[in-house]
């Protein structure tokens, strides 16, 4: 019943923009993205979620998925613009207030532009990493452990503007991310948390984002992280080489207990020969609890190669492989554990555009 509404409620919201936007210098514009998918994890593993982190859908090992089915609306009225998206399916429960729901309204919210100072106030996507949830959004069908550890969306209002090549953010958000609150709950205390970005687009060979956020949840655990990003595009031949390398740092320090603490560096490199693209990911984890429960440092390699089928449309096939120092992944070969996690999984991915 819960999911019922909450698809009802968002429902009359996008419609409500719509019916108000008719008259929009842009827009409304509608757009519409899907991905389903199939994984195989070569060791077959008895349900182990740290396994189940891995997978397209991060539910289930062995079974057609619907990962995510996403629908936008976006314009814009003179200094005023909106947008919202609008999820279904196995990752809509990351991006939203409940947990256990496959409905979630992951975005929504209003900007003003103050000729040249733009403020944003509603639900919006993180400013933070490389990755992000929308699979048609990544090169890959996995993602990297760091993505593991930073958030999704935000409720707060933000400030940001741009002086030549450097771009700007501040905010201020009720939490690390909306899906970590409890159910029915915007915000669970009165504390609140500061986000920040900063962008420098040196040439279309290198360009740095540094990004970060400071929480404190409830007032039991004060929480921060740093993100950095260095990207570019390389001329080579007809097609060209992108790349980016990435370093993540997160520390949790609870009142009571020890800090937690994961950093990541992930390095991506793609490029296309005719219509297929290569896109390889390597990263390297040391985590003291924050995704798995233990210090554990995790070495690891994807190869995803994707091919158009139509126009829009992309499949994608990928082997990854990880290899911990501990063994915390699910292994039925060898009794039950192992250091190792082999996985295979295709993936179509409907990329989408604004109507």
Not at 293 to 313: E, F, L, N, Q
């Amino acid at each position: 019943m819960r999911k019922l509404v909450g698809l009802i409620v968002a429902g009359v919201f996008l419609a409500g923009a719509a019916g108000t936007a008719l008259a929009d210098d842009d827009g409304p514009n509608f757009s519409f993205g899907a991905s389903t998918s199939i994984g195989f994890d070569i060791n077959e593993p008895s349900g182990s979620s740290q396994n189940a982190l891995y997978y397209s859908s991060m539910e289930q090992d062995e079974s057609f998925n619907i990962d995510l089915v996403q629908l936008g609306i976006s314009g814009q009225r003179g200094a005023v613009g909106y947008a919202a998206s609008l999820d279904f399916g196995d990752l809509a429960a990351l991006a939203g207030d409940s947990r256990d729901g496959d409905v979630a309204l992951q975005t929504a919210y209003i900007t003003y532009d103050f000729d040249g100072i733009g403020a944003m106030a509603g639900r919006f996507a993180t400013p933070i990493g490389y990755e992000v949830l929308e699979p048609w959004g990544n090169a890959q069908i996995s993602r990297s452990r760091g993505w593991q550890a930073q958030p999704i969306n935000h409720d707060g209002l933000t400030i940001s503007g741009s002086a030549d090549v450097v771009d700007l953010m501040i905010g201020v958000v009720n939490g690390f991310t909306v899906g970590d609150q409890p159910a029915g709950s915007n915000d669970p205390d009165d504390e609140k948390g500061i986000i920040g970005s900063m962008g420098v687009g040196i040439s279309d060979e290198l360009s740095i984002y540094v990004s970060g956020i400071f929480t404190e949840d409830n007032d039991a655990v004060d929480r921060y992280l740093v993100n950095t990003i260095l990207s570019g595009d390389v001329a080579a031949g007809d097609t060209g080489i992108r790349w980016a390398l990435e370093g993540t740092l997160r520390n949790d320090d609870p009142s009571v207990g020890s800090d937690m603490q994961l950093w990541n560096v992930a390095g991506y490199v793609g490029t296309d020969a005719g219509p297929v693209g290569v896109d390889i990911r390597l990263d390297f984890t040391d985590d003291e609890g924050i995704v798995t429960p233990m210090d554990t440092k995790v070495w690891s390699v994807s190869v995803t190669g994707s091919v158009p089928v139509t126009d829009g449309v992309d499949f994608r096939v990928e082997y990854r492989h990880d290899s911990a120092d501990d063994p915390i992944f699910g292994d039925d070969s060898v009794g039950g554990v192992s250091d190792d996690l082999d996985l295979v999984q295709a993936q179509l991915v409907w990329h989408p555009e604004a109507d």
